[in-house]
């Protein structure tokens, strides 16, 4: 008895790790994420190279974050930033720029939904 009351509370305590791992490593993705998309937005012009190297965290990122949140919202933020790559390359920087402000908020609204809060809760 008293042994299954010790694998109980080690599969507890395991199980709030992981969530707890799970809550920070998506707030920390997305976090890093709107501060990519801001330092793109400082610039006047759109930097070629910039977006190519936010092109591949978000790849990477994308592959982690798919244990954590359905694949179709991440698909979503792959899609859209595509669409920022292709504006970005064709020179329409303004097409780009309304493109990363909706990645932006995209990203903001991902971040509340998957966050501890009383609103998630409820």
Known sequence: MKSKLI??????ALMLAGGIFELIYINNAFEQLEER???????????LQKIDETRQWIEKKHK?????IPHFELNEVSVLYNEITGAALAGDDKAAIT???RLKEYSVRLNDVYSFRFQNIV
């Not at 694998?7 to 507890?12: A, F, K, L, Q, T």
């Open 37 to 47: 998309v801001d330092e793109l937005l400082e610039d006047e012009q759109i930097d």
């Open 7 to 12: 694998i109980v509370i080690i599969v507890g």
């Open 99 to 101: 493109l990363l402000h």
């Open 64 to 68: 982690g974050l798919e244990f954590f």
